[in-house]
């Protein structure tokens, strides 16, 4: 199946800095997906992105799907943004495949 | 904004005994998912329905684990019997259709004594 490797494992960042997560992936995908887990455990969709770039406040993501990579920066940080960041790819070269995740970024902001 | 819904949000059970975890989806959203998420690793496809019927369960436990979505709405997984291995977080998600955004319920905690 495809390979989802998250990096770094983990940041940490003083509160207002930039930040940039990386996503790389082993084949064509047709649907990539962020989320950020918070400390509670919730799971919230950030970007649905298996192409371009994608803008939402201080956060954007670019997926460059011919190089099989995705990118996702946060910027001016807040300490709200700590938690786990993960990316999650569909193959494209399967019918019905499921999504698969990364390990996640775990990402502490500090006041 | 409309949520996905999943019930109990803690569970502890103990070994051998039956448990069972309840989600109601998105209103309108055709696909649900059952997912297992260990500590420190992402989430794992348990079980993907598109209306009642399953899609994918080729990593369904199936000699202990069962998950139904009989009306191809709410979704019930069950556990039985279970086993201490079994400790993680049960996450349900549903989406319009197959390769659209993901949106996931809370979770329950389940811990096997």
């Known amino acids: 199946g495809i390979q989802v490797e998250q990096s770094p494992p983990d940041l940490i960042l003083q509160e207002g800095a930039n930040s940039t997560l990386r996503c790389n992936f082993s084949?064509?995908?047709?649907?990539l997906q962020w989320f950020h887990q918070n400390p509670w455990g919730q799971l919230i969709n950030l970007f649905y992105?298996?192409?371009g770039t994608k803008q939402n406040g201080r956060l954007s993501a670019t997926t460059v799907a011919t190089e099989r990579y995705s990118l996702l920066y946060i910027s001016s940080s807040q300490t709200t943004d700590s938690g786990v960041y993960f990316c999650?790819?569909?193959?494209?070269?399967?019918?019905?495949?499921?999504?698969?995740f990364g390990k996640g970024i775990t990402l502490s902001v500090r006041p | 904004e409309a949520e996905v819904a999943q019930s109990p949000r803690y569970k502890i059970t103990e070994k051998s005994q039956a448990v069972a975890f309840w989600c109601d989806p998105i209103?309108?959203?055709?696909?649900l998912y059952w997912y297992r998420q260990i500590l420190g690793q992402g989430p794992e496809l348990l079980v993907q329905?598109?209306?009642?019927?399953?899609?994918?369960d080729s990593q369904l436990p199936k000699d202990r684990f069962s998950a139904e979505r009989l009306k191809g709405v709410d979704s019930t997984l069950k556990i039985q019997p279970a086993e201490l291995g079994d400790s993680a977080m049960y996450l349900c998600?549903?989406?319009?259709?197959?390769?659209?955004?993901?949106?996931f319920g809370n979770g329950t905690r389940l811990t096997v004594t």
């Open positions: 209103s309108g959203h055709a696909t």
């Open positions: 999650a790819v569909e193959e494209g070269s399967r019918a019905n495949s499921k999504l698969t």
């Open positions: 329905f598109q209306d009642e019927s399953v899609v994918d």
């Open positions: 998600a549903s989406s319009l259709g197959h390769t659209t955004t993901l949106h």
């Open positions: 084949d064509s995908v047709n649907n």
């Open positions: 992105i298996p192409s």
